[in-house]
């Protein structure tokens, strides 16, 4: 769980550590997403039997996410490198368009925003 790690990181004052080059990629979505979907496939009278993915539907690389997460932290710390795990896949993308067919399933909090609501969490609950 990369995300509450770093944002661990950049709220702390700690720099993040990034197994290899930072350019493995994810496809990252915000928790309200997935529920969203879940919500749409118990009402679907197609869904029973279905495998489908819920995620954004893009990839966004480990880089990139520490970019954004600076950002939204206001955080100046650099990440620390180190080397890859064994194993660790390159590329995760998720294919959502059976959920988009069959559920009409769109994704309902865009991945800043839902970096946004995850920092305040994380802040919160740092402060008490």
Known sequence: AVIPL???AFLTG???????????????TYVDNVVHGNL???EAQDAPGKTMNLACGGQLTLNQ?????KKITGSDAEAVYTDPRPGDVRRSWA????SEKILNYRTQVPLEEGLRKTVDYFNTVLKS
């Open 65 to 69: 996410l520490l970019d954004l997460l």
């Open 6 to 8: 770093f944002i661990k």
């Open 14 to 28: 700690t720099q993040p550590t990034v197994f290899g080059d930072g350019e493995q990629s994810r496809d990252f």
């Open 95 to 98: 294919d959502i368009t059976v």
């Open 40 to 42: 749409l496939a118990a």
